[in-house]
């Protein structure tokens, strides 16, 4: 079972920078686009840290490895980074899947749009965690990455936005290493149509709220806290 995702924050530059830590008593199996940890695997930990707009880090799995360390999360996990305030997290529930996202559209562009000449540094990033109740097959787990993308841009469409996403979003799909093995994760499948509507509803949720990037808030805005992000869920 993975647990409610943790509110801390690490110093950097003389700032609390926030993160999100989700932890599992045991090995889940999973399947990520994340700069750390990506593909598919047994993993133990998500890490979804907020950093400023300027980042430039051409080694972005090092530095997550690092931040991961830091707050000694043991054993291979996944690493995502966003621009978004990780404390504005949106968690949904719906037939005991679990989806929590953290919602930026500042960037948004047709996932089959010409390549434009640069990109306005504005907030963007759509990072979607996902918790499956039941053993999902390798297939199964490719296809839930494509259902929770297709449900993450019909809540973009829904909310009048012109793209299917942005350049830099990701998704991450765990499930329990043993049961029975769910072949499919399609729409209409028994475990990808809850993961649908959890996903729509929480980006759904997220998008509908003004959004600015953590690094353009005032110093000192927010109060550097360490508390558990169920209090924020289902607002």
């Known amino acids: 079972m993975l647990s409610e995702p943790i509110l801390t924050s690490r110093a950097e530059d003389g700032r609390h920078v926030p993160l999100l830590v989700w932890r599992s008593g045991a090995p889940l199996r999973a399947v990520s686009s994340g700069p750390l940890g990506g593909g598919i695997g047994v993993r133990r930990w998500v890490l979804n840290a907020t950093v400023p707009m300027s980042y430039d880090r051409e080694d972005p799995a090092a530095h997550l490895a690092s931040l991961a360390a830091e707050l000694a999360l043991d054993g291979p996990g996944v690493g995502l980074l966003t621009g978004v305030d990780v404390t504005e997290v949106v968690a949904r529930t719906d037939t005991g899947v679990r989806a ?6 500042g960037t948004p562009v047709p996932a089959a749009a010409p390549t434009p000449a ?5 907030v963007g990033t759509v990072n979607i965690v996902v918790y499956v109740p039941a053993r999902l097959a ?3 787990l490719v296809n839930a990455v494509a259902t929770a993308t297709e449900a993450k841009t019909q809540a973009i469409t829904e909310l009048g936005v012109p793209g299917t996403g942005t350049p830099t979003d990701a998704v991450t799909v765990l499930c329990p290493v043993v049961g029975p ?7 209409r499948s028994t475990w990808g149509a809850p993961l649908a509507r959890a996903v729509h509803a929480a980006v759904l949720a997220g998008g509908a709220r003004p959004v600015v990037p953590w690094s353009e808030q005032l110093r000192g805005a927010k109060s550097t806290r360490s508390a558990v992000v169920g209090a924020f869920n289902d607002r």
């Open 100 to 105: 929590w996202a953290t919602v930026g559209l």
């Open 181 to 187: 093995e769910a072949a499919y994760g399609g729409p």
């Open 118 to 122: 640069a990109l306005a540094q504005r």
């Open 138 to 140: 390798d297939s199964a």
